[in-house]
């Protein structure tokens, strides 16, 4: 039962990582019909956002390592910790949460920027062009990263006071064993409060409204004389920031690398797909589903009755929604049929 | 030139051509075209002949998740290079026991270098290792970071007669049952990471253990599984469960949370690179180093480590144990000499990828001096058996049945205290070679002909 | 040139064919003629025509190709196992193998289509993959790749060949199939192939084709039933992957999984766009612009450019190497991308589109604009 319990939970906290970059990549295919291979890239850039913090937080002072004898070799010790002490490594060890007050202004202006620099000469382009772009930008943006951090995983710890796990089950009433790791708990309850601040924006605010009734019918929203590319390009932005927020987070979780993009970006194309392409109700539930499929395909128990389904559930998945519902969970018909 | 140098030239090219002369003879003994000069001389592919010069083929993962390690074997191979042609201080020339090379290049050729990305891709390392061969003319091609990458260069270069020293590759199989007479290993394997890790876990951690293992589902991470239950399960120690996990899974979570109720008190990571990274971190961040199981402190153990992979893993290595081919803080002459050369050139310690490169260019550049020709079946033979000293590993042997070295392996542990950006591991034990051979035998295999 | 009369497809083939055959000749200049990358220019080549005949004429588009790549190397390795070094029954085999394979994930992925169908291809190329590397093993070798072994069974030969000391040669009759005899091989296929792809284009069942692309609703209303159409289209252009991945076995015989991941499939999406999807030569240019930067670019480095610009002054050549060396070496990912986005971005019918807007433009400067300028406004 706990081990079950444990499983589902995982597969929530998988999902919700699955669900905030499958919402941003619906947000700009529903909106703007653009098919976004960069997307994973600006994932990983948002990732990046968090190691550029921490680079900043921890900019060190050079000095001479008299312990090693061979050659001249630096020990580093931030200029933080030099100028303020205790309070200069307290801010250092809560350069995540910091992290998002970057992420959020510099993902906003890489959103705005890739949407007029070059997508938006591709919105009347076939869907394969659109896809080889971003792809070619995806690649470009990926080496420009190595070249500047190494191919090698950067590790960004969470805050010391978070960085062990919680034990919900003495919480909950289930018993010591328990226990899940605190950061893993605020990306789930992160994951949701952006995703609830994306639907509220959509549907409380007249801004959103205008937005969503452009995604439904773009052409009679134009009529009504509403720049409605320009609330686009907002919308494009505000997609950036979603995934750069998940990426910055995710970085406790897992040690970013130029390369983390590339990972995620099957991966969320197929949790879209499967959510019905341009539904964000879909995306986010779709995330969800394969986060906890995942989680369970991973069990003994499971894996001792199908060989190596932990290898395959996503796709499998996928290919039996794709069959029996053909425009995936929630999707509209006629969207990129043709 | 000073005259000394000129007249090992000459020397070394008067030993050439007596050794061709009597391998002519060989040749032509059994033929009846006695006729024919030089008959094998012209028959090896990529012989330099009268040139000045040789190529060696630099076969590294430039781009990828291993192309940080690359960059640095790519370090290594130029410092060797630099080293052969009498250029720098040296390096472990100056240690190295014992020594044939001159420091003139090798038989007085002059020593070049290509360099190719593999990707860590079987197919591009195949690629790339034919284009050095077909278009660039080498003699030799080393480099590595995966083993399935290792071995299918090492079938390639048997097939085409050319030698390949494998760098950083650490299954069973590439010595085992892949094994080539063309392919040589100087880093360990899974096996010897085994034999080495085994006393220590029971001297750290008992024999009244129960292990967990997560396994990358790949060759490699089967073949270190097999060697750390092996030698886990000798001590007495219980296998709980061994859960393989898909190569690259980036969140290993859902394969961690069973290991909290399984009852085990020991987790085995067989994962390299960026798995390893991630699934220890993500381990230690499940609380697993803070719980108690059957009365005991839960462990984690890393079979394989290298100091690249211990920054990506950052606070989270420390204490936890490990093992490793060699570490930049050995105190013998032969490290301290590479360890000071690599540092004054690039500004940092070399790691241990770096360090086995460096070695094996060497070794080959030694194998040719000593069989006074680069014809790769008398370079072979003089590799087989060789037993040398002062590369780091104190004496060492390449073991003539599978071509694999037997040394002193580094039983490690993340650094609790670092005194520097650089100094992850502790070495806990230099394991004597004697605990960590076995019989060539028991992975079987076949190393084939000499000629090609 | 869309209908080429029969006189036109003859010296198309004449020129195509000289163009092939002589490629150790007018590829040495550019360094590129030494026969592994010859060879894999040819069955590169193979590789996108095949994949051409699917997306360039159907507009479908496959994102997992590779799978039917890699099944064809997997099935001429085991042919090498177990029956003979002979190239014709392997290369025979790994048709037929990623035939079958094609019809069924053919017959399943095209019930849907646009988007679906290319996550259809890609969920079932990465499952392929995934199991082939681990679960799998025991018949693809995993990680390490299937290999020929000395003890392999090969009951064809062993019936007529004394065995060697060394691992055996595939061959062709006796010819062995490594180096140039290897690239002609492959050269002959590719234009066998590529003569294939030609016919099928001017066929009857391309004109159907072509139509689906067009409007395949509308085909439906006529009463034309385009499953079939489809369904073989796609079976043809996994064969030619098929064939190819067989050659890579036959010029080196080896299969690895990483053969059927997704970038595998994303490759040959991009070599056939980046030359000119639709087009006859256009997924062969890209194939081979492709696989030069892979092979060529990577293995710069910063000593090879001071070389080669040692004819400049010493300052001016530091400047020259300090500016082209990201792009180089480790760094020619970096260059494919850009090199990616700038074709998209001003030539979007690739190379060979490219090219034949210009040349229209040259040559009927005075005249009204062409069918093809007006499509790509």
Redesign the interface.
Known sequence: M??IF??IL??L??GG?YALIALGLTLVFGTLGV?NFAHGAVFMLGAFCAVTTQHLLTFSKKVK?E??T????Y??VPYLEIWWGETGSFIIDYKVPFSILLAVPVMLLIGLAMERG?IR?FYN?P???QI??T??????I???V??IY??????V??PEIV???ANIGILLGLGD?????W??LIYLANALVVIAAVFSFLKFTTYGMVVRAGMQDRETVGLLGINIQHRFTVVFGLASIVVGIAGAMYT????P?Y??G???L?LS??VV?VGG?GSLEGAVLAGFMLGVL??F????EV?AVF??I???IV??V??II??TR???LMGRKGV??? | MTDRKKEAREWSRRQMLKTSAAGAALATAGSPMFFVKNAWAAKFRNDPGSSSSITLGFNVPQ??????EGADELRAYKLAVQHLNGEGDGGMLNTMTPKSLKGNGVLGKKVKFVTGDTQTKSDAARASAKRMIEKDGVLMVTGGSSSGVAIAVQGLCQENGIIFMAGLTHSNDTTGKDKKRYGFRHFFNAYMSGAALGPVLEKEYGNQRKAYHLTA?YTWGWTQEESMRKFTEALGWQTT?A?K??V?A??F???I??V??SGADVLILNHYG?DM??SL??AV???LR?KQVNGKNFEIVVPLFSR?MA??????IKGILGSTNWNWSLKDAGS?AF??SF??AY???PSMAAHTCYVQTLLYANACEMAGSFYPPEVIKAMEGFKFDGMGNGATEYRAEDHQCFKDVLVVRGNNNP?????LLEVVQEVPRSQVEYDAAIFGGALGPYKV | MDTVSRKGELRLMLIFSAAVLLMPVWLSPFGAAYPDLLQKFAIFGIFAVGFNILFGLTGY?SFGHAVFLGVGSYAAVWSFKLFTMNVIPAVIFGVIFSGIFAALIGF?SL??????FS??T???A??SY??AY??LTPITNGETGLQLRLHDLRMIDALFIEAGEGLPLTNLFGIKMSGYPGFYFCAVLLIIGFYLALRVKNSPFGLALKAIKSNQTRMGYTGFNSRPYMLSAFMISGMYAGLAGALLAVTDPLAGAERMQ??AS?EV??MT?LGG?GTLIGPLLGAGLIKYFENIFSSYDDSLLHQAFSYLPDAMNDVVVGMIS?FVGD?W??T??????VI??FL?GGIVGGITHLWQRLVKKNQEPTEMEGKQQ
């Open positions: 706990d081990a444990l499983q995982n597969g906290d998988k990582a098919v390592d312990g090693i061979f050659f001249d070799a020990k580093e070059l000469f382009r869907h394969a062009d080889l772009v792809f070619g930008l995806a690649i470009v990926q080496e420009i190595k070249s190494g191919a090698n995983p950067i590790p710890p969470a960085s062990g796990s064993s328990v226990v899940y790791p950061w893993r406790p979780i897992l040690s690398d390369h983390m590339m990972d995620f099957v194309f197929v797909v392409m995942q989680s395909a991973a069990m003994n894996k060989p190596g932990d290898q395959i796709y499998l996928a290919v794709l069959l053909p425009r995936g990129m049929e043709d | 781009t990828g998740a291993y192309s940080d589902d469960a859960v996990t898909p690259g980036g969140d979570s859902q394969y949370t069973p909290l109720n960026k990274i991630n971190t993500q961040q499940f609380g803070d690249l920054q990506g893993a950052g606070e989270n301290q360890v000071k540092g004054q500004g940092f310690p005194s520097s950006q650089f100094d | 588009l399943v019930r849907r289509s646009g988007i679906y996550i259809l890609l969920a079932f990465q499952m995934n199991l681990s679960v997704w970038t994303g999406v991009l766009i999807a990201p760094g990912h970096l494919l991308g850009a090199l990616f986005m998209i971005i979007p």
